[in-house]
């Protein structure tokens, strides 16, 4: 199975090395949407299925909480998985996301690891694990 | 306190720079950063923030390195490297440092992020300390040159 991921974060350099650590990870991926905050990424779900968006919550215009919020009203969103990373490191913002209903949260700095086993948690296993060691998308780091 | 979130401080850059870039650093003892701010191939970043305390990082780093720790981090080669990749990289490095001394120091108390913001190098002067506002520098070296983190707060609103 193929997926199509959203990633959402003002950072290019952050939304890159998600990018590179999802295809580095054997994902069979059709395709990788970005967006810069909330409200660009409220663009991409109105004209693509989207299999899991992955936010960052510090962001300029609309926050990742905000993207949620909007996700969570519409009827065809709130099913789509969200995976939060960000640097927001306290319990309280921690027990926020929970409470919107996100699949998962990462605090930044992460390890490539970190990100392919959360979504690996929530997409399921991925189907070719030889793809992670041979892929010519590998890590460079 | 002041100790505390210098140890937070430390152990953040370690993961930033350390966990995310590959990059090995030490931690130097000098106490002035005017040599960080007197060089014109340096970059000057700035975050603000709020919560339990107010104030705000600052990120003093030489072009050279962000060039280096922009391809670690994107694992492109310089010439794939644009402006908005190496900016990019600077808000992202201090972002992350300054979310993550939060989190080492106390995971309890809610602190407030602005957006990282680069800053004229040139308005930023060692005596320019505003008054009852603590400052925490913290000097690093790492392949390539000197960098350097400053923590500027107002310690009268402690709760």
Redesign the interface.
């Known amino acids: 199975m193929s997926y199509n991921i959203l990633v959402v974060d003002?950072?290019?350099?952050?939304r890159?090395?998600i990018i590179?650590t999802i295809k580095a990870s054997g994902f069979k991926t059709s395709n990788f949407f970005e967006a810069g905050n909330g409200a660009e990424a409220l663009e991409v779900l109105k004209n693509q299925w989207l299999d899991l968006v992955i936010t960052d919550y510090?962001?300029?215009g609309m926050n990742g909480m905000e993207l949620i919020r909007e996700m969570k009203k519409d009827s065809i969103f709130n099913s789509i998985p969200v995976l939060v990373v960000?640097?927001?490191?306290?319990?309280?913002?921690m027990k926020e996301f929970q409470e919107k209903g996100v699949a998962d949260y990462i605090?930044?700095?992460?390890?490539p690891e970190e990100i392919k086993l959360k979504i690996t948690q929530i997409l399921g296993e991925v189907e070719d694990e030889e793809c992670f060691e041979e892929s010519d998308d590998d890590?460079?780091? | 306190m002041k100790n505390a979130l210098k140890k937070a401080m430390m152990t953040s850059i370690s993961?930033?720079i350390a966990?995310?870039?590959?990059m090995p650093l030490e931690f130097l003892e000098e106490e002035s950063f005017e040599y960080l701010i007197s060089s014109s191939e340096n970059i000057a970043c700035r975050i603000g923030f709020n919560g339990r305390f107010k104030g705000s990082f600052l990120l003093f780093i030489p072009e050279n390195i962000i060039v280096s720790l922009?391809e670690?981090?994107?694992?492109?080669a310089k010439v794939k490297i644009t402006e908005?990749?190496l900016i990019?990289?600077i808000?992202?490095i201090l972002?992350?440092i300054?979310?993550?001394t939060?989190?080492n120091y106390d995971?309890?108390?809610?602190?407030n992020?602005d957006?990282p913001e680069i800053v004229d190098i040139k308005n930023i002067s060692e005596a320019s300390k505003k008054p009852d506002y603590e400052e925490i520098f913290i000097p690093i070296e790492t392949v390539g040159g000197k960098l350097g983190v400053k923590l500027e707060f107002d310690q009268t609103i402690l709760c």
Request: avoid cysteine; charged fraction near 25%.
């Open positions: 003002d950072s290019l350099p952050m890159s090395i590179k510090n962001m300029p960000s640097t927001e490191g306290s319990r309280q913002k605090r930044k700095p992460f390890v890590l460079d780091f | 993961e930033v966990t995310m870039f590959f922009t670690n981090f994107v694992g492109e908005d990749h990019g990289t808000k992202e972002n992350m300054s979310g993550s939060f989190s995971d309890q108390a809610v602190f992020l957006i």
